[in-house]
């Protein structure tokens, strides 16, 4: 974004309460006043137990080899439990039976906040036309599952898969 959403003029970099960000320049009290505070977009993921194994699946634009959660933008209205259920029987076409919170996550080189699940899912395993393929993984190699960039190591898989098995 190069101009103002509100009075179109041009943004320029501002220091404001600490952090550079890009603000109008008209910003005296009597002028404009917009700040683009670059907000992280908040996505819902979901880790998906099912039938005892784990599934993971590859988007049709990631690299060959490159499995993940499933997940997607909250839409407006939705809570982040609900909106990880429809991106489930969306994405893969499988019915949640059980949602669990994990934990947060920040993921700053898309700018968003990663808002994790455990979800208990049945039914068979239909992929949208988003994804290309998946993959079934048993607890430990879920454990010991290499998420690249995303940086979910071992500890996280570890503490994703126990608070699905409780």
């Given at each position: 974004?190069?101009?103002?959403?509100?009075?179109?003029?041009?943004?320029?970099?501002?220091?404001?309460?600490?952090?550079?960000?890009?603000?109008c320049s008209q910003s005296s009290a009597k002028e404009c006043g917009f700040v683009d505070w670059?907000?992280?977009?908040?996505?819902?993921?979901?880790?998906?137990?099912?039938?005892?194994?784990?599934?993971?699946?590859?988007?049709?634009?990631?690299?060959?080899?490159?499995?993940?959660?499933?997940?997607?933008?909250?839409?407006?209205?939705?809570?982040?439990?609900?909106?990880?259920?429809?991106?489930?029987?969306?994405?893969?076409?499988?019915?949640?039976?059980?949602?669990?919170?994990?934990?947060?996550?920040?993921?700053?080189?898309?700018?968003?906040?990663?808002?994790?699940?455990?979800?208990?899912?049945?039914?068979?395993?239909?992929?949208?036309?988003?994804?290309?393929?998946?993959?079934?993984?048993?607890?430990?190699?879920?454990?010991n599952y290499d998420f690249g960039m995303l940086k979910l190591g071992r500890l996280v898989a570890?503490?994703?898969?126990?608070?699905?098995?409780?």
């Open positions: 974004m190069k101009y103002c959403p509100q009075c179109a003029s041009l943004l320029v970099l501002q220091v404001i309460d600490g952090v550079e960000r890009r603000a670059n907000n992280p977009t908040p996505v819902a993921a979901a880790l998906i137990e099912i039938n005892g194994k784990y599934l993971l699946a590859r988007n049709h634009a990631w690299p060959a080899g490159f499995f993940s959660l499933i997940s997607g933008f909250i839409e407006a209205g939705e809570s982040p439990e609900i909106s990880i259920e429809r991106e489930v029987m969306e994405e893969v076409g499988l019915k949640a039976v059980s949602t669990h919170f994990i934990g947060h996550f920040p993921f700053p080189a898309m700018n968003q906040l990663i808002i994790a699940f455990g979800v208990k899912a049945e039914g068979e395993i239909q992929l949208n036309e988003e994804l290309l393929e998946y993959k079934l993984l048993s607890k430990e190699e879920l454990a570890d503490k994703w898969a126990a608070q699905l098995c409780s």
